[in-house]
């Protein structure tokens, strides 16, 4: 069969030939391009080439099919083991599988649970991979991010998954999301969570109501104390030469800073209670008492009660309790002797 010989060709002046090589085979197809020639590349040496012994290429084109029998026969046996390896290393995305609701939403505080569905091929358990992703709202300030398993027994069509919303920590934060997806299942189904503020019931709201109440309150007591303490103090300072009057007025202002001091550790434990509420009904209910006072004709009552609310947004935004300022603050709802109401500046 001359498909499987090789003619060969030799060069017959090796040694004068500068491109020539000892036992360099010329194919035939160079020996008729070349007039027989002896030619490497595009050079020659003017020599002549010379028909040497064929090459047998049977044995070589048994062994290429020897190799491609037993290649095909391994691969054959095992791609499935290698498809199995592949399964389990990179799954391939689930089908069928979704979420009952396009979205879903609820209060600060809530817990939630998201309900995902099988559609079909329920002959087999399955475990579905999920995960949350920050929007608007943020991982550990807004919700509790998820990230975890689904199983699906056999014949299993429904499925449920926890969600933590956290406790607004702003008084005017405002609605706010972020997303939980299907990671392995085809065309990665996502759900938007909302937030949103958290409505405060009857009976919150009465309790609430009634703490800010309390605290009002103690913060009007703190204005009158502060004004008895200046005023004594003014007092003392002018009755030096009276040793009755200044001892009496000492004395005087000894009880009325006592008292005060009493009062601003009442006033600051009432206000952290109140700030471990809802900031949101907390602030509408300060308005609340104070529109009551002022339609009573509780004026100085009121004004205590809008100062008070400018303190718990301080402490709902996370500043430090400043005692000292907020008593003198408080004071200032008092008019001073001889002082119009009319021409202080509105709080």
Known sequence: MAFLRRRRYWCTNRGSCAFAKANHVFGQADYVRHAGCCVIGRHGCGSALQRGEDLDLLPYALGAALFAAGTTALVVTVMPTLHDWRDRLWPPPLENIRFAQAQTGAG?????????????????????????????????????????????????????????????????????????????????????????????????????EALALAASRVAKDIADLRMKQHVADEMMEASRADAGAYTAFRNRLAAASGDLNRARERYLHELDALRQLPPGPVLDAVDAIAARFERDGFAQQADAARVMKRHLRELFDSHAAEMDRWAQELMDVIPRVGENPRDRPTI
């Open 108 to 208: 600060d505080g809530a817990m939630l649970t998201i309900e995902v569905r099988r559609d079909a091929l329920l002959a087999t358990a399955v475990d579905v991979d999920y995960a949350t992703s920050d929007g608007s709202a943020i991982d550990g300030s807004d919700y509790l991010g998820a990230r975890g398993r689904l199983h699906f027994a056999i014949g299993e069509r429904s499925a449920r998954l926890p969600l933590t919303l956290l406790r607004d920590a702003s008084y005017q934060k405002p609605p706010r999301y972020f997303t939980l997806t299907l990671v392995n299942v085809a065309g990665r189904p996502s759900q938007r969570v909302a937030i949103t503020a958290a409505p405060a019931g009857p009976a919150e709201r009465a309790s609430i």
